[in-house]
Nanobody, 119 residues
Framework: QVRRVESGGGFVQAGGSLRLACATS????????VGWYRQVDGKARELVAT???????HYADSVRERFTISRDNAKDTVYLQLNNVTPNDSGVYYC?????????????WGQGTQVTVSS
């Protein structure tokens, strides 16, 4: 069973930067595609960015050219660098397999890490 722990969230002013980390325990980290998701209270999770096992990345239009996803397979960790943040970037950020919103399987979610952007 895979377990993921998110960290790095906090309070940041608009225009600032933040770096999130997702530490993963369990098998097969190096061969799975991982995504960062964002959830605002009362709304569904949205997929923000993904990275494949060999480093291919995709981004939601709302964060493209501002956020950067990366991974360090030796540390079983995926990162999300948030630059030039806006209040709309606020929410709880989760990491999980990349296909949680489209697959037929069930995804287990961790606690996530809160990002709050002030004006």
């Amino acid at each position: 069973q895979v377990r993921r722990v998110e960290s790095g969230g906090g309070f940041v002013q608009a225009g600032g930067s933040l770096r999130l980390a997702c530490a993963t325990s369990g098998p097969n980290f190096g061969i799975e595609a991982v995504g960062w998701y964002r959830q605002v209270d009362g709304k569904a999770r949205e997929l923000v960015a993904t990275i494949s096992a060999n480093g291919i990345t995709h981004y939601a239009d709302s964060v493209r050219e501002r956020f950067t996803i990366s991974r360090d397979n030796a540390k079983d960790t995926v990162y999300l660098q948030l630059n030039n943040v806006t209040p709309n970037d606020s929410g709880v950020y989760y990491c999980n397999r990349d296909s949680c919103l489209t697959g037929s399987f069930y995804c287990y979610w961790g606690q996530g890490t809160q990002v709050t952007v002030s004006s």
